[in-house]
């Protein structure tokens, strides 16, 4: 569509929104006017040329079925209009507007009866935009006429057939591309003037225009005969069309040489009805497009797809439809669970689930999910998606975004992945990336992944369109393209210019490996420390305020004071669960802690207040009292007694744990499973005691617990000897406990030193600086 043509019909129509619209809706809500009108003006533009012969058809049908409508052949219907929908009603919107007067009620009566005339798949699509209320209050407001005036214009052609307006000059089609790019125009300001969020419905042109080349020309050669292209967040279906368009226009497919069926779902009612509209008008199924949240609800359960696009919401929360994904920890829809080898080799079902503030790695797994197998197809399924950075690394090892990176990379389905320029998208200018999915790549990409630096190949536009400042130029989407396809790599040797680089799919795989040091404990019994004991660690504020208030007695009965009690937690916004409120009234559970304390007591009085440096001895101790002197002691209870008059102290005898005797076939199963030696067993927590297949262990201290990253391709052993051992020799591995992770380091593969500058270039520069600012430096400096 020629651009001086597209600006004149966008400034048109945005147009009547000034001039019809204002002091009637507030600038935000033009839209609710704008988007259907056109959308309606569009659909009676289509079905003019077919409006006799539609009444001719609609007299036959009421000779052999009667005036209900519901009876009638609506195949012969759709067949004499040409398209998927049609109007049985009398009504055009141009014979509407010739007969209208100022009663803007017969306009309403009028339009109602046109509207009612549609096929229901138009019907559908006039409710989801509540164009009838819309209709209602623009007659209310006595601007209705004003607004049907100006959509019927003669000096504005909606129609895909070539006119002339009042003067008599043509107005070229418009076609239904040229439809697509108004479309999104509009809807691209109104997002602007309504302050949208990032990325939502809007994409560039030119990233779908590489998007569709990422995801055809690989395969351009052996396109399936039968394509059916998806896309779970599709908007207003641009990415739909254009990958249509692209196989058309460019491989020059017709309909008799390939089927191309388009899907989609879009949650927000006003875009799903403009993407309808545009498949029912293009002659596309608009059956195949949804209305609803993707995440909610698997719209398309066994329905698998050789292509998909899609640019999804991120940054956004999927909250609200967690319940529709799991109850719990349990995945209860299977498009979000996958499953993992752990460290050795075991099969396990884990979570595909990122954190509820940002859903958009969910809509990748739809796709992964939906992918046909090569059994379907031959060529399988190319998936290309829009991301932000956090896609990238987001989600430590074991998190639900590790886990969906690590599924699909180490199943060799990640191809590419592009970063894209800054400030390309018209409502964000963070950086984005495609990721480019397969599960059938050539022979030369298995167990690669391809990762291009396009950031700084654009070209700046001549006026900002929101926030997008640049833009894809053609021969910037060939460069990433022969890029691409040659599995090339390029370095950047200036600010300028493309860089790629090619990984192995285990380089972006690592070793999350928990490192443990021994408890090593001093103990010694004081007043201070034994008197924490007297109080719940969560409620140790209240209870000290109460005793403080009350005295002793609340110990013996807390009854008389649970009231004020409560109320102080109330006017000291103490927000306590009702588990904890109930706690506090209990006589019982004010009982228990007297006792502790009283018990910690008597045991400070019976072994004394000397200082321990080994906590083993000590413990003992105390179990030789406790027997003696038949003070009964629960372990938790002991524990905390324990815990309380206890501290680490590096020069402290380490804790012992359990003794630990394996039976000969136990141990030889233990040494492959770890795949190391007896004499190797210390450094994985078991220390021989001398006595056969007998080792020590030793108690942990969790606050010195640390984990290291270790890549995929280095061994865990020989790493902690190297790294870790000769800092900390008392710290061994807990294998049991190591997961595997997955990132994508954008920032670290293609990072360039920038060297500082001299100081000469420094002092230059200030000088220069100096002179230009005739000696005002000096001024301000008091030099």
């Excluded at 254009?242 to 388009?262: G, M, P, R, W």
């Excluded at 875009?271 to 195949?288: F, R, V």
């Excluded at 009350?550 to 588990?579: H, M, Q, R």
């Amino acid at each position: 569509m020629n651009q001086a043509v597209h600006n004149k019909l966008v400034s048109f129509i945005w147009s009547i929104a000034d001039d019809c619209l204002r002091d009637v809706y507030v600038r935000g809500k033009y839209r609710d006017v704008i988007l259907p009108m056109v959308v309606l003006r569009r659909l009676d533009a289509l079905l003019e040329p077919t409006k006799d012969a539609i009444a001719d058809e609609v007299k036959e049908q009421i000779d052999i079925f009667g005036v209900e409508a519901s009876l009638w052949d609506k195949d012969a219907l759709i067949e004499v209009s040409g398209y998927v929908f049609y109007n049985t009603s009398k009504w055009t919107l141009k014979k509407i507007k010739s007969v209208a007067t100022n009663n803007q009620q017969i306009i309403v009566a009028n339009l109602t009866e046109y509207i009612n005339g549609f096929s229901e798949n138009v019907k559908e699509i006039i409710t989801k935009f509540n164009l009838r209320s819309q209709i209602a209050h623009m007659a209310n407001k006595d601007v209705l006429l004003s607004v049907l005036e100006k959509f019927t214009s003669e000096d504005i052609n909606l129609t895909p057939f070539e006119m002339t307006d009042s003067e008599g000059r043509k107005l070229a089609p418009l076609s239904n591309l040229g439809m697509g790019y108004v479309f999104e125009e509009l809807i691209r300001k109104f997002n602007e003037e309504n302050n949208e969020e990032a990325g939502e419905h809007f994409t560039p042109r030119e990233v779908i225009d590489l998007m569709t080349h990422l995801i055809f020309d690989p395969i351009q050669d052996s396109l399936p005969p039968v394509m059916m292209i998806y896309d779970p967040a599709c908007g207003s279906g641009g990415m739909l069309t254009e990958a249509q368009n692209f196989i058309i226009e460019k491989y020059e497919v017709t309909a008799k040489d390939k089927s191309i069926h388009l899907y989609g779902k879009e949650i927000n009612d006003e875009t799903y009805a403009i993407c309808k509209s545009d498949m029912m008008i293009k002659g596309n199924s608009p059956e195949n497009i949804k209305n609803g949240s993707t995440l909610s609800t698997d719209e398309f359960q066994g329905t698998t797809f050789n292509f998909m696009l899609s640019n999804p919401p991120y940054g956004k929360s999927w909250a609200s439809e967690a319940k529709y994904i799991k109850n719990g920890k349990d995945i209860i829809d299977n498009r979000f669970e996958v499953e993992l080898m752990n460290y050795f080799g075991e099969s396990q079902t884990e979570a595909a689930t990122p954190r509820s503030s940002d859903g958009q790695l969910l809509f990748l797994m739809e796709m992964v999910s939906k992918m046909k197998t090569l059994s379907q197809s031959p060529t399988g399924s190319r998936i290309a998606s829009v991301h932000n950075g956090s896609s990238l690394f987001t989600g430590d090892a074991g998190s639900g975004e590790s886990n969906i990176r690590r599924f699909i990379i180490e199943n060799d389905m990640l191809e590419a992945i592009i970063q894209m320029p800054n400030n390309l998208f018209y409502n964000t200018g963070i950086t984005t990336y495609i990721w480019l999915l397969s599960n059938n790549k050539k022979a030369n990409r298995k167990g690669k992944v391809q990762l291009v630096d396009a950031g700084q190949l654009y070209r700046k536009l001549r006026k900002n369109l929101g926030q997008k400042n640049c833009e894809f130029a053609p021969e910037h989407i060939t460069e990433i393209m022969e890029t691409h396809q040659k599995l090339a790599t390029a370095e950047r040797t200036t600010d300028e210019g493309i860089a790629a680089q090619v990984f192995d799919n285990a380089d972006f795989g690592y070793y999350k490996v928990t490192i443990e040091r021994p408890k090593r404990l001093k103990a010694q019994f004081s007043e201070e420390r034994i008197a924490t004991l007297r109080y719940d660690s969560r409620l140790s504020e209240v209870m000290l305020w109460a005793v403080e208030q009350f005295g002793e007695a609340v110990y013996s009965d807390v009854t008389p004071f649970a009231a004020a009690i409560l109320k102080w937690c109330e006017e000291n916004d103490l927000n306590l669960n009702s588990k904890q409120r109930s706690d506090l009234k209990k006589v019982d559970f004010w009982k228990k802690y007297d006792v502790l304390f009283q018990n910690a007591k008597t045991l400070m009085q019976l072994i004394g207040t000397d200082e321990y440096d080994d906590f083993n001895a000590f413990s003992k101790k105390i179990d030789a009292v406790l027997k003696t002197e038949k003070i009964k002691l629960s372990n938790s209870e002991k524990n905390q007694i324990l815990n309380a008059i206890s501290w680490y102290d590096a020069d402290a005898a380490i804790v012992l744990g359990k003794k630990v005797k394996f039976k000969a076939d136990k141990l030889a199963e233990l040494l492959e499973r770890w795949d190391c030696s007896v004499a190797e067993l210390p450094d994985y927590g078991y220390y021989p005691t001398g006595k056969t297949n007998e080792f020590q262990t030793y108690d942990t201290q969790s606050d010195l617990r640390d984990t290291e990253n270790v890549p995929l391709k280095q061994n865990i052993y020989e790493y902690f000897k190297a790294e870790v051992q000769p800092h900390v020799g008392e710290a061994w591995i807990n294998l049991e406990n190591t997961k595997i992770g997955y990132e994508i380091s954008f920032n670290k593969y293609f990072y360039r030193h920038q060297p500082l500058r001299t100081l000469e270039a420094v002092s230059t520069e200030i000088l220069q600086l100096e002179s230009e600012s005739d000696g005002l430096i000096k001024e301000i400096l008091g030099l």
